[in-house]
Nanobody
């Protein structure tokens, strides 16, 4: 499975960005795809994830109500719409995948064996 993240950039506080994660090399219907982020000197943090088959979604506490994860089945792409951005959202955003058809969404990075290269999001205050 290969993942290609894109859409990062520089945005002012209060603004919005949409990240994309293109998934290839495997039947995405059997996967869960998640977004994580990592700021310098901090642990990699779970942001959001979606199970492809059921559409079940989960969000990290710090982004609930501001970020929305969605998927486009035809394009094998997962999106992360980020609104009301603030300086604390500045990080390298990485998409990850795991094979999962059933069960609850995992929020630990150790449960995701496939990773993309990441896209940088910088929020200026």
């Amino acid at each position: 499975v290969q993942l290609q993240a894109s859409g990062g950039g520089l945005v002012q506080a209060g603004g919005s960005l949409r990240l994309s994660c293109a998934v290839s090399g495997g039947p995405s219907v059997n996967h869960a795809v998640g977004w994580f982020r990592q700021a310098p000197g901090k642990e990699r943090e779970f942001v959001a994830a979606v199970k492809w088959r059921s559409g079940e979604k989960m969000y990290g506490d710090s982004v609930k109500g501001r970020f929305t994860i969605s998927k486009d089945n035809a394009k094998d792409t997962v999106y992360l719409q980020m609104n009301s951005l603030n300086a604390d959202d500045t990080a390298l955003y990485l998409c990850a995948a795991r094979e999962q058809r059933f069960g609850s969404i995992y929020t630990s990075r150790t449960n995701y064996p496939y990773w993309g290269q990441g896209t940088q999001v910088t929020v200026s205050s």
